[in-house]
């Protein structure tokens, strides 16, 4: 058999061997998504062409390649193949066939983009928000009459594949909170599905900032949080009359953080179920709330919300605070006589 690195081998399977070592590289044509409608963007990308030029120039500074090779992916590249990820849900050789990419570059993509929004989790997504507190809790006041509240706080479950809930669902529950406006002002997402919505509050550092009186204002939660100074709960046998108009207004108003979650996971349908370890997981789920409070703030639409599985099964009601307790019967007393 002659050497298959000569330049001229002279039987068959040497050509064979030089051809496997010398294959052409072949450099899939790009796409210029700007060349499309906003209607085709918005549909596979979630952001219209105006937005898409604002997140290039936001994350250029982070996701750019820094190289002088021809084929390299530009930063609009990177950016929308992992847009198409987030908003997708499919998987990583899908989002790269219909992006003219390998399933590897999809992956680098998909991970460089959610270090970059990361790093600007701080500066989207604060907490009690960007506005004045007055603004915010005459937004919460317009919906139902409820005084004083700066947020709204829910739990909800990412499935994935190894933290189990107690519906023996494989999934991370991450803690929301919101503005009236669906921004997203707090996120803890690093808690296995089954620990208990109460516990990662209890346990986060915002409920430690509401202990030490930072916060002139307090969260509605659900029944399957204890009521607090700062954390006012549903009655959960509400006499007819104050109690019953009490918890109407209070279910009104905290039904913000549950439309917030479906708009979340209806744009980000990678939310449906995530196919990483835990870690990347959280990441892309922060990914994701950076990037729905950028959409909310310039407007963008957003599919259908996604239907969430009823109302939330509490196996125990939990305690009342003695000073939660008497908070809540003077709100029912001034406001809902």
């Known amino acids: 058999m002659a050497c298959p690195f000569d330049e001229d081998p002279v039987d068959v399977e040497a050509q064979i061997i030089q051809g496997f070592f010398r294959r052409e590289r072949v450099i899939r044509p790009r796409i210029d998504v700007f060349a499309y409608p906003n209607e085709y963007l918005t549909e596979r990308y979630r952001f219209s062409k105006d937005s898409l030029v604002y997140l290039t120039r936001l994350?250029?500074?982070?996701?750019?390649?820094?190289?002088?090779?021809?084929?390299?992916?530009?930063?609009?590249?990177i950016l929308c193949?992992?847009?198409?990820?987030?908003?997708?849900?499919?998987?990583?050789?899908?989002?790269?066939?219909?992006?003219?990419v390998g399933k590897a570059t999809v992956c680098?993509?998909?991970?460089?983009?959610?270090?970059?929004?990361?790093?600007?989790?701080?500066?989207?997504?604060?907490?009690p928000g960007h506005k004045p507190l007055l603004v915010i809790k005459d937004e919460f006041h317009r919906v139902a009459g409820f005084p004083n509240v700066i947020g709204c706080i829910d739990g909800t479950h990412i499935p994935m594949g190894d933290y189990v809930n107690r519906k023996s669902i494989h999934s991370i529950n991450v803690q929301v909170i919101c503005e009236a406006t669906q921004i997203i002002t707090n996120v803890e997402a690093k808690w296995p599905g089954s620990v208990h919505d109460a516990r990662i509050f209890r346990e986060?550092?915002?409920c430690q900032t509401?202990?030490?009186?930072?916060?002139?204002?307090?969260?509605?939660?659900?029944?399957?949080?204890?009521?607090?100074?700062?954390?006012?709960?549903p009655y959960p046998e509400p006499e007819p009359g104050p109690q019953t108009r009490f918890n109407l207004a209070h279910s009104r108003t905290r039904a913000k953080v549950e439309m917030t979650i479906g708009i979340l996971k209806s744009r980000f349908q990678c939310l449906?179920?995530?196919?990483?370890?835990?870690?990347?997981?959280?990441?892309?789920?922060?990914?994701?709330?950076?990037?729905?409070?950028?959409?909310?703030?310039?407007g963008e639409s957003h599919p259908p919300c996604i239907e969430e599985?009823?109302?939330?099964?509490?196996?125990?009601?939990?305690?009342?605070?003695?000073d939660g307790r008497l908070l809540r019967d003077r709100i029912c007393q001034n406001y809902f006589y």
């Open 108 to 127: 680098r993509a998909v991970r460089t983009v959610c270090l970059a929004l990361k790093r600007l989790f701080p500066t989207f997504v604060q907490f």
């Open 309 to 322: 599985d009823g109302p939330e099964e509490h196996r125990q009601i939990l305690e009342a605070n003695r």
């Open 210 to 233: 509401f202990q030490q009186g930072q916060y002139n204002g307090y969260l509605l939660g659900d029944r399957g949080y204890p009521c607090l100074p700062y954390l006012m709960t």
């Open 81 to 100: 193949i992992a847009l198409r990820f987030f908003a997708s849900g499919h998987f990583l050789y899908s989002v790269g066939d219909s992006e003219h």
């Open 204 to 206: 986060s550092s915002l």
């Open 272 to 298: 449906r179920g995530l196919r990483v370890s835990p870690e990347r997981a959280c990441d892309i789920i922060v990914a994701c709330v950076v990037l729905h409070n950028i959409a909310t703030i310039r």
């Open 59 to 77: 994350l250029k500074p982070h996701i750019a390649n820094v190289t002088n090779r021809g084929s390299a992916l530009s930063t609009e590249n």
